[in-house]
């Protein structure tokens, strides 16, 4: 577990000739995986990559992402994992403050990318759709950039040579740098080991596998993001190590429905609104579940409407899984909690092995059941730090180190977690705690609302506003209006009810699917 993720991932696989990634029409096995792996390894060094320099992943969930990332990993080198949609001054920002020095970027962003890099000094990779295609697919993508210098390099020629290289790794070193709101809010760059991320996948191992088989021929649809901690620890390292990992390059429900039809899926991960969309995407049928083992959400809250749906299409299709919530951050590498038997109790379940919770308050004393205060936990998963050296808030407990993660919750008598909102989100009216989040959901349930956001107002006094994304062909009158209002009075209390309604066509979200609250917040305060 202290060593690498690279070193970890190999000492799990015992069949080479078992396949590790679906790619379309393409079936790479562990041997060709672990190849093409030191083979880019040897091209890092080759071009001068030494222990802990930074090099970006700015990529889809394309092999090369995968690969990228254990070839990285291998010399000690960091990856600096971004958004593939990144460009310009926010890529340059991101790169030259980690001081990076290549990138592994995708071929549709090349052109609009290519000078401003160059001009900065960083080498780039250019990762093509079609460089793991075999087949009919491949004519159909020649038109793909196949732009090649001394600063822009096919991967295809990352491929070239192999060599013995061997570097001598802690597993406690910063591996990954994941850019992240942070604990308080501000934007952050967390620092996390390949320690943390063995950690992480050990301890889901050992809470799945009291109750669910699993065999090593199980495979995990890779829908989220690998520039997220949820994606890169559930998606990418736990299928590498034990099971295999089906990637589709971008969420659309259509395409995940289609891969299902081609290759059994067994685990999926997501968050709440990719559950919701594949809800209402009629080709997403039996032969895409029956065979379902482990479903995971996290990211957000899960409304119960979802779940209690999701779980019902399952078992109409024959599949005994449920959707299991769970709870974490990026600063503790995704997820320290599950909901392991999908029980629909509102929590987000109990905390993995080796992983403590508990609840503070804002004297940092731990508070009994069922009182809401700050979440606080100790995982050998935690972060080593933020990039700038931002002091991260930390109490110490029976001897224990614990981080405040800026959220708020409680436990139940079974230690259940039960997450509430954010911190920073919390509004206070009439001397009441209210969570946005937890209004919704709420009002999510409803069959004529698509999506909400609600945020704070403080004129006149303090209240709350909904914006709405309406179900097609409805329209807010006094009717819908009222509907909310009772259902949050009687639900929740009096104080959170929105005091204004604001339509628009479709909610913000942001990269991996949650409600851009922020976005809603600056915009009534412009």
Known sequence: MNNSMYAFIKEGITDLNQTKICYYNRKITAKEMLTDIDKVATFLVQNGICKGDKVAICLPNIPQAIIALYAINKIGAVANVLHPKLKGTSLINALKTTNTKMIFLFAKFLNSNKKVLIDNGIVIVNCKLSDYFIGTKKIVLLFENNYNS??????????ANIQDIK????????????????????????????????????????????????SADDSML?????????????????????????????????KVASQGKKTPINMMAGV???????????????????????????????????????????????????????????????????NLDGIDNGSQGQALPNVNIVITDENNNILPTGKIGEICVCSPSVMNGYFDLTEVEKVIFDNKEYIKTGDYGYLDSDKFVYYKDRKKRIILIGGINIYPQEVECLIATLAEVKNCAVIREYLPKPHTKVYLELEKNIVLNNNLKNKISVLVSDNIIRYAVPKEFEVVNKIKLNSIGKVDFKFYEDKDNQ
């Open 150 to 159: 001394k600063m822009v390099i096919p991967y295809k020629k990352t491929l």
């Open 167 to 214: 570097v001598n790794i802690n597993g406690n070193d910063d591996a990954v740098l994941l850019h992240s709101s942070g604990t308080f809010g501000e934007s952050k760059i967390v620092r996390l080991s390949s320690t943390a991320f063995n950690s992480l996948v050990i301890n889901i191992m050992d809470m799945v596998e009291k109750n669910h088989k699993t």
């Open 222 to 254: 890779m829908i989220l993001p690998i520039f997220h901690g949820f994606g890169l620890g559930i998606c990418v390292h736990l299928p590498m190590y034990k099971f295999q990992s089906i990637l589709i390059p971008n969420f659309k429900p259509k």
């Open 272 to 338: 709440p609104s990719m559950y919701k969309k594949l809800l209402n995407e009629p080709k997403f049928d039996n032969k895409n579940l029956q065979n379902m083992k482990l479903l995971f959400c996290g990211g957000d809250t899960l409304p119960s409407n979802v779940k209690l749906e999701f779980d019902e299409l399952l078992a109409k299709n024959n599949s005994k899984a449920k959707l299991m919530e769970g709870y974490g951050l990026s600063e503790v590498s995704s997820v320290v909690s599950i």
